[in-house]
């Protein structure tokens, strides 16, 4: 069994920071990228930013220059930096991870496992 817990989030002002983390854990054989992704109401999940264990990052477009994400392959944790935050990052950001189980270290099936979610809401 894998668990993703994260951590963070809540309510903060446009221009505000915000930071989330995640941490990943139990039968874990390999990760190969962790990420966040967001859902706002009536519309799709969304990818914000994902780092491989080499350190390869990717982002979003609508949050380049704002979010830095950020990765520990030692203790398997992700965290997200948000600065400058706009009403339209409002959203519910979910933690992913890319990973090989222990179950599968054999065959190398790669699965996909996600966080509890957490609310992050930009308003004044």
């Known amino acids: 069994q894998v668990q993703l817990v994260q951590s963070g989030g809540g309510l903060v002002q446009p221009g505000g920071s915000l930071r989330l983390s995640c941490a990943a854990s139990?039968?874990?054989?390999?990760?190969?990228?962790m990420g966040w992704y967001r859902q706002a109401p009536g519309k799709q999940r969304e990818l914000v930013a994902t780092?491989?264990?080499?350190?390869?990052?990717n982002y979003a477009d609508s949050v380049k220059g704002r979010f830095t994400i950020s990765g520990d392959n030692a203790q398997n944790t992700v965290d997200l930096q948000m600065n400058s935050l706009k009403p339209e990052d409002t959203a519910v950001y979910y933690c992913?991870?890319?990973?090989?189980?222990?179950?599968?270290?054999?065959?190398?099936?790669?699965?996909?496992?996600w966080g509890q979610g957490t609310q992050v809401t930009v308003s004044s």
């Open positions: 992913n991870g890319d990973l090989v189980t222990t179950q599968e270290a054999r065959t190398g099936w790669r699965v996909e496992f």
């Open positions: 139990g039968s874990i054989f390999r990760i190969y990228a």
């Open positions: 780092i491989s264990t080499g350190g390869t990052t």
